[in-house]
Nanobody, 121 residues
Framework: VQLQASGGGLVRTGGSLRLSCTAP????????MAWFRQAPGKEREFVAT???????YYEDSVKGRFTISRDNAKDTIYLRMNRLTTEDTAVYYC????????????????WGRGTLVTVSS
């Protein structure tokens, strides 16, 4: 199973980016989709998730700045990132989790390749 993530790049502090992730239809329809990120020298951490109903949850540091959404017709999720700071610099990973409830690193079934987001000051 391949999750295809894209949209990373270099942006200045305060800028915006939108990440995209496309999944096979059988995954997209039945799994919670999520974004994680891993900054240099740090562990991978949860960023945001959205389930098939469209219910979303966010890590506290991105609340109010990031928006996760899904386009069911395209089997694609998005992560709109606004007011970026240098602390957001990381490789961002798209992920899918079959199990209901809390989306957690340990429960992820599929990972996409990361896409690098670099925020410069």
């Amino acid at each position: 199973v391949q999750l295809q993530a894209s949209g990373g790049g270099l942006v200045r502090t305060g800028g915006s980016l939108r990440l995209s992730c496309t999944a096979p239809g059988e995954i997209f329809s039945n799994y919670a989709m999520a974004w994680f990120r891993q900054a240099p020298g740090k562990e991978r951490e949860f960023v945001a998730t959205i389930n098939w109903k469209g219910t979303s949850y966010y890590e506290d540091s991105v609340k109010g700045r990031f928006t996760i959404s899904r386009d069911n017709a395209k089997d694609t999720i998005y992560l709109r990132m606004n007011r970026l700071t240098t602390e957001d610099t990381a490789v961002y990973y798209c992920a899918a989790q079959k199990m209901g409830g809390l989306v957690h690193l340990s429960y992820i079934d599929y990972w996409g390749r990361g896409t690098l987001v670099t925020v410069s000051s």
